[in-house]
């Protein structure tokens, strides 16, 4: 009897280990080349590689067993976990690492940890380049307690709200959740690069309210209970979590699970997609948007200890040296044993350990790391230069340069913005830009045009060297990400969503189908109010039908309009685009005039009603005279 207790403790012990799998590899090609000799999740972001920042976050959330899942460079990993102090008999989570060079998803990933049995309990699925204060145990928690309630419940995704066009969002995965406001089930899901977004009406038809929201983006953080594991090994069209997010959704009725949602409003998250987003993170971090993780109270055992002083200054403790003259503007981080030559100016920037930066420099928005010497009279603007990187007197970076590892540049040599340069010529197949390299012409020479006459490097192409595109702005666009026209671009296309999700000041939940009021307080305030007014004429000609709900319309506008002096100066065109099509009655809208109370706004409608009344005179006056 006591063997059976005994073993009924062990069995409700290991149940209650808390896990989490992160997922190391990147499957792209958005850091190459800098991730041909190292690991996505061991770059560093403000001196510290990206999986500390995770290791951090899951210890911090009471995490007692972590799963690092990866295909490329292995050994790196390996190696800083080891040297780490999650490996110290400190440590209050124990890690193991799980290699393996067949896998090309995540879908790939959980399948191999479902064949080893290595799911006990509920996990934390996160990708290994997230950087959050997200407060996990208390989501973890609530997770927990929904299944108690809830069998169906698999899958707890966390959101982060973020609205369109702010800079921690990713261009490049909108996201659209349709979800059950009082529950937080998630009903639809669709994300990516699609202008539009397709919504099941029956959604609609079958509930009296449902959260329609375009102010969330997807961390890639997930609560799953072990069964997900065993769904990714059933179905082998999962190879990422969208796909499985869409599987469970579009079999829900037949399957019988469901997924929900976790929406964070005020903590920080965000993944480190592209140079982009490693740029918009890397500020966020600076301007202390994700305290406490910040350079000058993380604790990570490859940071060190920074200073903060005013304007987002950090100073490394150890053996920083400011010549005379030099200038530290604003936003700046300087690793251990660097050095800032004479008269150099520096703003939006992060330099490594053991950098030695020249006199008469100039860095604005540049990521510099470890082991660089910069020489004199050099301008580097929004780049990354990789460690080990020398540049010789008089070199010139632009904008959107990637500087890889070991390479050598100038002297007198200006590199042209978007130009990926690496120190060996690039491979032949370059896979998923993760690879472990192996396979370059060892009988190239640089092209001293492009690195001077010095200089050591060969310029990289996203998707090889035999890519049929030579279109520089493409290829830097593969590596940085979404170029701020396109994105603008794409604002227009989905305007008609980001509209009603897009003020500062609109709760997070999307408001009732059925309240007239405040669908025009949100949707009304888009950019694009003509395009959007005239996407949405079918469903404002359904909803007002009778004199009534038109009267609605134009009172709820009304108060719309007395808050926002912007939407004063065009209530005019939009009633009168709403007369033309008819939404609304000439009567109804005369009516409406008539009894307004605010005499300013009667003022800036006057001209539209002047017309309104004269063009019925008119057509009276066409009748009696026919």
Same mark, same amino acid.
């Given at each position: 009897m006591t063997s059976k207790n005994k073993r009924q403790k062990e069995t409700l012990k290991q149940e209650d280990v808390l896990q989490a799998v992160v997922i190391a590899d990147s499957f792209d090609v958005r850091f190459a080349p800098l991730t041909q000799e190292r690991p996505r999740m061991l770059l560093p972001m403000i001196n510290t590689p990206l999986l500390d920042y995770v290791l951090n976050q899951l210890g911090t959330a009471g995490i007692q067993e972590i799963i690092i899942f990866c295909c490329c460079h292995v050994d790196q990993i390996k190696q800083h976990v080891k040297y780490s102090k999650w490996s110290s008999s400190s440590s209050p989570c124990q890690i193991s690492i799980i290699a393996s060079e067949d896998v090309m998803s995540i879908g790939d990933c959980l399948r191999d940890i479902d064949a080893k049995d290595l799911i006990t309990s509920d996990f934390v699925l996160i990708t290994g380049d997230v950087v959050?204060?997200?407060?996990? %145990?208390?989501?973890? $928690?609530?997770?927990?307690?929904?299944?108690?309630?809830?069998? +169906?419940?698999?899958?707890?995704?966390?959101?982060?709200?973020?609205?369109?066009?702010?800079?921690?969002?990713?261009?490049? +995965?909108?996201?659209?959740?349709?979800?059950?406001?009082?529950?937080? !089930?998630?009903?639809?899901?669709?994300?990516?690069?699609?202008?539009h977004f397709e919504v099941p009406l029956h959604l609609f038809l079958e509930r009296s309210q449902v959260a329609l929201r375009y102010d969330l983006m997807d961390c890639q953080v997930s609560i799953c209970s072990p069964t997900v594991a065993q769904l990714f090994t059933d179905n082998f069209?999962?190879?990422?979590?969208?796909?499985?997010?869409?599987?469970?959704?579009?079999?829900?009725?037949?399957?019988?699970?469901?997924?929900?949602?976790?929406?964070?409003? &005020?903590?920080?998250?965000?993944?480190?997609?592209?140079?982009?987003?490693?740029?918009?993170?890397?500020?966020?971090?600076?301007?202390?948007?994700?305290?406490?993780?910040?350079?000058?109270?993380?604790?990570?055992?490859?940071?060190?200890?920074?200073?903060?002083?005013?304007?987002?200054?950090?100073?490394?403790?150890?053996?920083? $040296?400011? %010549?005379?003259?030099?200038?530290?503007?604003?936003?700046?981080?300087?690793?251990?044993? $660097?050095?800032?030559?004479?008269?150099?100016?520096?703003?939006?920037?992060?330099?490594?350990?053991?950098?030695?930066?020249?006199? @008469?420099?100039?860095?604005?928005?540049?990521?510099?790391?470890?082991?660089?010497?910069?020489? @004199?009279?050099?301008?580097? !603007?929004?780049?990354?230069? %990789?460690? &080990?990187? $020398?540049?010789? &007197?008089?070199?010139?970076?632009?904008?959107?340069?990637?500087?890889?590892? !070991?390479?050598?540049?100038?002297?007198?040599?200006?590199?042209?913005?978007?130009?990926?340069?690496?120190?060996?010529?690039?491979?032949?197949?370059?896979?998923?830009?993760?690879?472990?390299?192996?396979?370059?012409?060892?009988?190239?020479?640089?092209?001293?045009?492009?690195?001077?006459?010095?200089?050591?490097?060969?310029?990289?192409?996203?998707?090889?060297?035999?890519?049929? +595109? @030579?279109?520089?702005?493409?290829a830097q666009q593969l590596v940085w990400g979404q170029t701020a026209d396109e994105e603008s671009e794409n604002d227009d296309d989905i305007s008609s969503l980001s509209g009603a999700e897009s003020d500062d000041i609109t709760p997070p939940e999307s408001p009732p189908l059925d309240d007239t009021k405040l669908f025009y307080n949100e949707v009304l305030d888009s950019l694009q109010l003509s395009a959007l007014l005239t996407?949405?004429?079918?469903?404002?000609?359904?909803?007002?039908?009778?004199? &009534?709900?038109?009267?609605?319309?134009?009172?709820?506008?009304?108060?719309?309009?007395?808050?926002?002096?912007?939407?004063?100066?065009?209530? %005019?065109?939009?009633?009168?685009?709403?007369?033309?099509?008819?939404v609304l009655s000439e009567a109804v809208i005369i009516s409406w005039w008539t009894k307004c109370q605010h005499k300013a706004l009667k003022t800036q409608v006057q001209p539209f009603i002047t017309w309104l009344q004269e063009a019925e005179e008119e057509s009276g006056s066409e009748e009696e005279f026919d």
């Open positions: 959050s204060n997200l407060d996990l %145990a208390t989501i973890i $928690t609530k997770h927990k307690k929904r299944r108690e309630t809830e069998k +169906s419940c698999i899958m707890t995704m966390v959101l982060k709200r973020a609205l369109p066009q702010h800079r921690s969002r990713c261009t490049e +995965s909108d996201l659209v959740i349709a979800a059950d406001p009082q529950t937080d !089930r998630i009903l639809h899901h669709q994300s990516g690069k699609d202008a069209d999962y190879q990422t979590r969208d796909d499985f997010v869409r599987g469970i959704l579009i079999n829900e009725e037949i399957m019988g699970n469901s997924i929900y949602m976790y929406a964070a409003d &005020d903590l920080y998250a965000a993944r480190v997609t592209n140079l982009t987003m490693y740029e918009s993170v890397s500020k966020d971090i600076i301007g202390r948007w994700t305290y406490p993780v910040v350079p000058d109270l993380f604790d990570s055992q490859s940071s060190g200890t920074y200073t903060y002083g005013r304007h987002n200054i950090y100073l490394h403790q150890e053996n920083v $040296t400011l %010549a005379r003259g030099s200038k530290l503007v604003e936003n700046v981080v300087i690793g251990e044993g $660097t050095s800032i030559g004479k008269d150099t100016f520096i703003r939006d920037s992060v330099i490594g350990r053991n950098c030695i930066i020249g006199e @008469d420099v100039t860095i604005e928005g540049a990521y510099i790391w470890d082991n660089v010497v910069v020489g @004199d009279w050099c301008n580097i !603007r929004r780049a990354v230069i %990789a460690d &080990d990187v $020398t540049l010789k &007197d008089h070199v010139s970076i632009e904008p959107g340069c990637v500087v890889s590892f !070991r390479v050598v540049l100038g002297p007198s040599v200006t590199i042209h913005g978007g130009t990926l340069l690496m120190s060996q010529p690039p491979d032949k197949d370059d896979g998923f830009g993760d690879d472990d390299g192996g396979n370059s012409a060892p009988d190239a020479v640089p092209d001293i045009t492009v690195v001077g006459v010095d200089g050591q490097g060969f310029v990289y192409t996203p998707g090889g060297n035999d890519s049929e +595109s @030579d279109d520089d702005e493409i996407r949405l004429l079918p469903l404002l000609s359904n909803y007002f039908k009778s004199p &009534d709900s038109q009267l609605d319309c134009l009172t709820a506008l009304e108060e719309y309009t007395v808050h926002c002096e912007s939407m004063a100066t065009v209530l %005019a065109k939009v009633l009168h685009l709403l007369y033309n099509q008819d």
